[in-house]
Nanobody, 124 residues
Framework: QVQLVESGGGLVPAGGSLRLSCAAS????????MGWFRQAPGKQREFVAYITWGGGITLYADSVKGRFTISRDNAKNTMYLQMNSLKPEDTSVYYC?????????????????WGQGTQVTVSS
């Protein structure tokens, strides 16, 4: 399994931007389908964004479409989430996740590897 470490979270005012990174260990990062999820206190983990192994297909939750951009650099074993026009409701712990097969891209249960999470707080 690939090991994942998120970074880049922090406190930002509404309307601001942050870029999250997800660094992966192992030589097979380029073969994994990757996703970003988030979880606020007392709520279920929810899908944010997804990217295929080659980066050719990206998918987003309706709540972040047009504001967030997922990307990956397979040469650096790293995935990113550029978050613009942040809103207080984006406040959550953000997790990156990896899976070996396509399908079920928005289902946390279909992902086998997870990072430890990074806190994003958007102040109003």
């Amino acid at each position: 399994q690939v090991q994942l470490v998120e970074s880049g979270g922090g406190l930002v005012p509404a309307g601001g931007s942050l870029r999250l990174s997800c660094a992966a260990s192992g030589r097979t990062f380029s073969t994994y389908y990757m996703g970003w999820f988030r979880q606020a206190p007392g709520k279920q983990r929810e899908f944010v964004a997804y990217i295929t192994w080659g980066g050719g297909i990206t998918l987003y939750a309706d709540s972040v479409k047009g504001r967030f951009t997922i990307s990956r650099d397979n040469a650096k074993n790293t995935m990113y989430l550029q978050m613009n026009s942040l809103k207080p409701e984006d406040t959550s712990v953000y997790y990156c996740a990896a899976k070996m097969f396509s399908g079920g891209y928005s289902d946390p249960g279909s992902f086998g590897s997870w990072g430890q999470g990074t806190q994003v707080t958007v102040s109003s």
